[in-house]
């Protein structure tokens, strides 16, 4: 998994900026009064200044994880690397390997004992080795490349670019920061959640006083 900012537009002077319009005022510098129009619009509920800021990241993660993103597809926006145009390289996501305890809707995660671990992690390197090696030779067989990733699994590495306005990614925070969340997509979110605060740390400062809900 990897995740790399693009390009990253705006900070907390444009939010404050976006609610200031509303009296026709426009400040050049951020100030304390900014900090606490910020504050107080977090506090309110209050999500359209958050949408004039705006960030593109670069993820590579396991065409599973990429299934949840493209979930948020209402505010965030994605191209991926299309496999019917080019090979799937060989790469692969390993997943943790936790066990799960107890039922549906009301389960922990728990280590693996190191040795049943160990095994887990053999059959699943092994299984991706295998669906790689059907793959080509279905390739060789002349098998078209979109009837050939047919065989490759959830855990093959994909490509993407995302992107949204701050609403968007807070939105995306939420849900995905949240322990419930699995955990590859929870170290993505944690490392979108870093690039924001370094950009607009009095917004991430105030989004966390007020408890990280979606705007
Ligand atoms: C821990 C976790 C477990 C999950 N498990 C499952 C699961 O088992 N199965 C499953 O299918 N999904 C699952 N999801 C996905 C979840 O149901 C949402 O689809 C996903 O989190 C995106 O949320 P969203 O709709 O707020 O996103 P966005 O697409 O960003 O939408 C934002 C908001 O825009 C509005 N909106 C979106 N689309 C429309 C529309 N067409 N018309 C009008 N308004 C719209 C809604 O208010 C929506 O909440 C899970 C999510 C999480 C975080």
New binding site residues.
């Given amino acids: 998994m990897s995740v790399e900012l693009i390009r990253f537009s705006g900070d907390d002077l444009d939010v404050v900026n976006a609610f200031r319009v509303s009296l026709n005022v426009e400040h050049d510098d951020f100030t304390e009064a900014d900090a606490g129009l910020i504050t107080r619009g977090m506090r309110d509920g209050h999500s359209s200044p958050w949408a004039q800021v705006w960030a593109k990241f670069r993820i590579s993660c396991s065409i599973g994880c990429a299934r949840?993103i493209a979930?948020?597809?209402?505010?965030?926006e994605l191209n991926e690397h299309s496999t019917r145009y080019s090979k799937m390289p060989e790469a692969f996501v390993v997943p943790p390997l936790k066990q799960q305890i107890g039922k549906s809707m009301d389960y922990a995660f728990v280590p693996l004992p190191t040795e049943i671990r160990q095994a887990a992690l053999a059959i699943i390197n092994e299984s991706y080795a295998s669906a790689y090696r059907d793959y080509n030779d279905l390739l060789n067989m002349g098998v078209s490349r979109e009837d050939a990733r047919s065989v490759l699994p959830l855990g093959t590495m994909t490509h993407l670019i995302v992107s949204s306005h701050m609403k968007?990614w807070l939105?995306?925070m939420a849900?995905?920061l949240?322990p419930?969340?699995?955990d590859e997509i929870r170290e993505i979110a944690n490392v979108i959640e870093e690039q924001f605060i370094a950009q607009t740390p009095v917004s991430m400062q105030a989004w966390t006083d007020f408890g990280r809900r979606?705007l």
């Fill in positions: 949840q979930r948020h597809g209402h505010y965030l968007g939105r995306f849900q995905r949240d419930h969340a699995q979606a």
